[in-house]
Structure formats: C-alpha cells, structure tokens
C-alpha cells in the first residue's frame, strides 16, 4: 500500500461524501417543491410510512445513479494528479466540470424518476398514487418504491456512460513501441 494510493481513497471518500450530502440533501428539497400536493413533510409528521417509502427509494434511486458518475470524476482527478502538467488553474477548471457533471448526473437522475413515476401514473389510471400513497396504502407506496429503484438501476448504466463520454480524460503520455 503506497501513501499516494491512501492519499487518493481518502480523496475519493471525502468528495463522496460531499456529493451525497448535498445530491441527496437538494434531491429531497426539489421533490417537496415539485409535489406540493403531497405535503411530505406534514405527511411524515403524521407518521405516513407509504410517503417515507416514496422518499427513501427516489432518495435511493439517485444515489444509485450517482454513483455511477462519481467513479469516472476520480478516474480523472487521478489521471491529472500523477500525470505531467501540474498547472493549478487546469486542476480547478478540471474539478469544476467534473463537480459539474457529477451535478448533471443527479439532475438527470431525479428528471428521470420523477418522468417514470409520472407516466407510470399515467399509464395506470384505474389507481390514483399521490392519493393511495397519502391515504398511507402500504401496498402502493412499496410497488411504487420498487419501481423507482429498477428504474434508477436501469438508468445508471445510461448516465454512467454519458458521464464516461462527457469528461475530458486528461493525456498522460504514450508507450512507445519501438
């Protein structure tokens, strides 16, 4: 085990960190703004288990898909640090597109769950979720919950790959073959 391999885990464990708290934290806030007919807050007050269900597994959800753009982002932040050019600027605007599409990642993510749960809604009118899952029917809030996690599964290998496409991999030099 080398310092600079510790170096780099404790790195990627500390911006893993930061990025969960405040991907989670904003995802949480910007479905409470854009449900407001639910009223999660008062509804978890009153001990509503379906809306926690919901919360948990969108919460859940994009973290799945998150974590598929984290690994990429610290590919590259170490691709730079032990590369050549050590120019500090060039490691900041790196950093900044990389928080940047890890920011794309979440957004993506929540669009994605919250686009599903829609037309899933959509395409099952005979049940009324927002109003079973309020009325706190266990049985709707779980399928609902399960539904949003295959999605995000599903979904992460797409983000994944455009958070691979998107991110400029710095050069670090070639082999030569003669």
């Known amino acids: 085990m080398s310092g600079q391999q510790v170096i780099f885990g404790l790195l ?3 911006v893993s960190i930061f990025i969960s708290f405040i991907l989670i934290f904003g995802s949480y806030r910007l479905f409470l703004v854009l449900t407001p007919r639910l009223d999660e807050e008062r509804q978890l007050r009153e001990k509503n288990a379906s809306i926690g269900l919901l919360l948990g597994s969108i919460l ?3 973290a799945i898909v998150v974590k598929q753009a984290i690994y990429p982002v610290m590919a590259v932040i170490q691709i730079f640090i032990l590369g050549q ?3 500090f600027m060039n490691f900041l605007k790196m950093l900044g597109f990389s928080g940047g599409y890890v920011l794309l990642a979440g957004i993506l993510a929540l669009a994605c769950i919250l686009f ?6 959509k395409f099952t009118p005979r049940i009324d979720h927002f109003k079973e899952i309020k009325e706190n029917n266990i049985a709707v809030a779980l399928f609902m919950a399960i539904f949003i996690i295959g999605i995000s599964i599903l979904i992460s290998a797409g983000v994944s790959g455009l958070t691979r496409a998107l991110i400029p991999f710095p050069e670090v030099g070639s082999i030569p073959l003669e």
């Open 116 to 121: 599903s749960f829609w037309l899933f809604d």
């Open 12 to 14: 990627e464990f500390l």
């Open 60 to 62: 859940l959800g994009e």
């Open 85 to 87: 050019e050590k120019n």
